[in-house]
């Protein structure tokens, strides 16, 4: 892969450009999900959830069930949990944070896990290396 430590700061600066658009043309931050955000994926009501292998990955794949979202889907890879030096459960268990942290303890957040027989959330504690999705637009 690329190790930019490797690059003179030009050829860092050139390299970073290719892939990033200019920053007059962000108009829409990404950020973190908040708890609600996430809860929508592991709630019935508004998304269906199945246990799938994606190009050689396992994971889950999420899809609305509500009009106007039934062709709107994401993949999450099962990409364990970061736990000291070590990744541990990578294809066996995904865990996704949220922005949201737990009001009765602030060292804990919100976040999403998933199994092979099991989606849901609850709240951990923040110094595990649990995976992120951002999003894109304004928390509402």
Known sequence: GCRPSRYAPSVRKVVISRLMPPLST????WRMPTSDEIGKL????YCRSTWTNLYGTAG????GVQAGYTDKSIFLPAAGVGLD????????Y????SSTPNPSNPSYAWRDLFYLGKFQQDTY???RG???RPVR???K
Do not use: C, K, M
């Not at 030096?85 to 066996?92: A, C, F, P, Q, R």
């Not at 995904?94 to 944070?97: E, K, V």
């Open 26 to 29: 962000v108009t829409v931050p």
């Open 42 to 45: 592991v709630n019935a009501e």
């Open 60 to 63: 889950r794949l999420v899809t």
């Open 85 to 92: 030096s070590d990744n541990n459960y990578v294809g066996e």
């Open 94 to 97: 995904g865990y996704y944070w």
């Open 125 to 127: 504690h923040r110094n």
């Open 130 to 132: 649990n995976s992120v």
């Open 137 to 139: 637009g304004f928390a």
